[in-house]
């Protein structure tokens, strides 16, 4: 059987992969600063992350919802206290999109109403409502447009006033850094503004960290750059490491109710003991403090090379923009200098998203290949 042919693939086929390399089927060495789409957290096979797996499948891979599972417990206390997001409640699923749609469907259900505001450039995923929040005409499908949805600009913030004060918004949902979209970010103001909106119209404000979470950004969550209070977190990749798992962040306030939101596969043990392994692994090797010491060296670097047009983004969560597209520049580097980086919407613009334990010597050996290729551009 064919596999359905969505997937514009690189011919690259990665056998095995440790830290921040992959390797392919002839044992060839691949950087990986894209971490596999910014999943890869801890690094590739790191020993707590398999052991802990590894154990657990062995012993209880998975039971349904519907009996005490204290990994769960453990997970969530463990978020609490590395995220600081204190007294908020945890809903497990197992994919971004996963979480989005359930994010929108607390924030429809508690608030009775039903229109959504999200953002121009933003993605949250492939999910009825979540696809419908996101600003990509080409992968909404016409089962998804009933969904009512504003896409507003970043930064307007009267727009966001009037519709919020329409009454009949239940939820604004941002990306505090844009991943897929090209990591562009609004003003604090404008974050700050659109929370007190939100709070004095009875609209959830949803912070998406799928991608800009679990230390990406240099704190634990993007939005923690800034004085807001989201009803909900949304979470998802660098959270399990590859193993797929995802989850949102509830607000104290909001009170649950037996059946309203479900899953048979979130949370199960086999996800929960990867969470686990991320999360005693982040605090373990401090690897939030790793993120900044290696973002400014990254930057400090990237500022001494001329063809840079602009720096976008924060953390391990990057962008380097050109004044030319970076399609072939990207094939090079994959093809001649074994490694991988991330494209964006914004055709212009390369996306470093590597594990968050990237090292300087990894930093060096892109910026030198880097170089070697934007000369061999202008010769
Ligand atoms: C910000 C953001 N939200 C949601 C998603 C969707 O996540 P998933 O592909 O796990 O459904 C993504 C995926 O790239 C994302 O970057």
Known sequence: ????????????????????????ENNTEYLDLYGGHAVISIGHAHPNYVDAVTNQVSTLGFYSNAIQNPLQVELADK?????????????????????????????SFKTGKSRVVAFKNGFHGRTSAAVAATDNPNIIAPINAQQEVTILELNDIEGVKTELEKGDVCAVIVEFIQGVGGLDQATAEFYEQVDALCKANNTYFIADEVQSGYGRSG????????????EVISVAKGMGNGFPIGGILIHPSIEAKYGMLGTTFGGNHLACAAGLAVLNTIEEEQLIDNVNAMSEYFISVAKTIPQIKNIKGRGLMLGLEFDFEVGDLRKKLIYDHHIFTGGASNKKLLRILPPLTIKKEHIDQFFKALKKELEAVEV
């Open 1 to 24: 059987m064919p596999l359905f042919d969505v997937y514009p693939l690189y011919n690259v086929t990665p056998v095995s992969a440790k830290g921040i390399h992959v390797y392919d």
């Open 219 to 230: 704190k634990f969550f993007a939005f923690q750059h800034y004085n807001v209070t989201p």
């Open 79 to 107: 978020l609490e206290t590395l995220s600081g997001c204190k007294d908020y409640n945890l809903f497990l699923c197992n994919s971004g999109a996963e979480a989005n749609e359930n994010a929108l469907k607390l924030a």
